[in-house]
C-alpha cells in the first residue's frame, strides 16, 4: 500500500466513524421524539445483540469433551455474577477474565 493509499483509507475510516457517531444527533436532536420504529429497535436490538454474541461465541464450543468446559464454567458465573451484582459491565469483565484464565489453565 502507498502512503497516499494509506492516507485515503485513515480518512475513510474516519469519515464513515464520524458519519456514524455524529448522524443520530443530527438526525434525532433533543427534544424532537424519534419515530416509534427507531424507539422499538433501541428496545430489542441490545438483546438481540447480546444473543447473537452468545451464540457466536459458542458455535465452535464441543460441550461434550471437555474442551466446553471452560465456556460452560464462564457462563454460570457471568449468570452468577449478573444476577447478584446487576451490573453488566462487571459480569462481562469478570466472565472474561474467567474464561481466559481457564482457557490458560486448563
Known amino acids: 500500500m502507498t502512503a497516499i493509499q494509506s492516507v485515503l483509507t485513515i480518512v475513510a475510516v474516519i469519515l464513515g466513524t464520524m458519519l456514524t457517531r455524529f448522524l443520530p444527533f443530527l438526525l434525532f436532536p433533543e427534544g424532537k421524539k424519534p419515530p416509534a420504529h427507531i424507539t422499538y429497535l ?3 436490538l441490545p438483546y ?3 444473543g447473537l454474541l452468545v451464540v457466536y ?3 465452535d ?3 461434550t ?3 466446553g ?3 460452560g464454567i464462564a457462563m454460570v458465573f457471568i449468570l452468577i455474577l449478573h444476577k447478584w451484582k446487576k451490573n453488566t459491565l462487571l459480569s462481562i469483565g469478570m466472565g472474561t477474565v474467567l474464561y481466559m484464565v481457564l482457557v490458560q489453565n486448563l
Open 42 to 44: 433501541g428496545t430489542v
Open 69 to 71: 468446559l471452560p465456556e
Open 48 to 50: 438481540a445483540v447480546i
Open 61 to 63: 464450543a464441543v460441550f
Open 57 to 59: 461465541c459458542l458455535k
Open 65 to 67: 469433551e471437555f474442551h
